[in-house]
C-alpha cells in the first residue's frame, strides 16, 4: 500500500520535472525493483555477493577518479553534456532483472533512485553534468564499462594495470551473482513443477 502510494507521488513529481517518456521509464523501474527478491527470499550467498559488489562499485569509481575521456564523448555529437555513448542506452537495457536484485539486496531503495533533470536522453539518470545516482546505486556495468578512449587514457595515466584488475573483479562477482540467483531460481521452479505433477498424478489416482 505505501508503496504504491509512494509510486504514484514520485510519478506526478516526475511529470511536473521532467518529460513524460522518463516519468513512464521511472515509474516501470521502480516497480521492478519493489518486485525483486529481497532478503527474505534470496539467498545468503546473494546478498553476501550483492554487498560484495556495492564495494568493489565504490572502490573502482574511487580509483578511476575524474577521467576526462568520458566528458569527451557526447552523444549526440550537438549535446554539450557530460557523459556519453554509454550513458545514452536504455535504463530497462542498463538495469536488467540481475542487476536490480544486486541493488536491492545491496541497500539500493526506492528513494534512492533519483532522476536526473533536463532533458531525457538515453539512461533516466543521465543528466548534463553526469549519472544523478550514487556510485553504490549505479548497475555494475556502468560503474565497470571502459571504451577505447578511456582505456587509453588510463594506461597513459599508469594506473590501468590496477583498475583493470577490479573491473575484472567486478564482473567475475557479478557473473558469480548471477550463477546464484540463477540456481536458486531454477530450483523454485523444478519444485512449483514437481508440486503440480504430483498433486495432478494424485487427483487422477483418487478419481480413478
Known amino acids: 500500500m505505501l508503496a504504491g502510494v509512494f509510486l504514484a507521488v514520485r510519478y506526478v513529481l516526475d511529470r511536473l520535472s521532467g518529460p513524460r517518456s522518463r516519468a513512464e521509464e521511472l515509474l516501470k523501474l521502480r516497480r521492478r525493483l ?11 550467498a546473494e546478498k553476501g555477493l550483492a554487498l560484495c559488489l556495492r564495494e568493489l562499485r565504490r572502490e573502482l569509481a574511487t580509483k578511476l577518479g575524474s577521467v576526462h575521456a568520458c566528458a569527451r ?3 549526440p ?3 554539450n553534456w557530460q557523459g556519453g555513448e554509454c550513458c545514452s542506452a536504455e535504463t530497462r537495457d542498463l538495469f536488467n532483472d540481475h542487476e536490480l536484485a544486486a541493488l536491492r539486496l545491496a541497500g539500493t531503495t526506492l528513494a534512492r533512485l533519483k532522476p536526473a533533470r533536463g532533458a531525457h536522453r538515453g539512461c533516466a539518470f543521465r543528466g548534463a553534468s553526469g549519472c544523478s545516482l550514487e556510485v553504490e546505486d549505479r548497475p ?17 595515466r599508469g594506473d590501468g594495470t590496477t583498475i583493470a584488475r577490479l573491473q575484472d573483479e567486478l564482473q567475475a562477482v557479478f557473473q558469480r551473482f548471477v550463477a546464484e540467483r540463477t540456481t536458486r531460481m531454477q530450483k523454485v521452479l523444478y ?6 505433477l504430483l498433486g495432478h ?7 480413478k
Open 201 to 207: 498424478a494424485g487427483r487422477r489416482t483418487r478419481a
Open 77 to 79: 555529437p550537438s549535446t
Open 34 to 44: 519493489i518486485d525483486a527478491d529481497g532478503p527474505g527470499v534470496a539467498s545468503r
Open 191 to 196: 519444485g512449483e513443477l514437481e508440486a503440480g
Open 140 to 156: 555494475s556495468v556502468c560503474v565497470g564499462y571502459a571504451c577505447r578512449e578511456l582505456l587509453i587514457e588510463l594506461s597513459r
Open 73 to 75: 564523448c557526447v552523444r
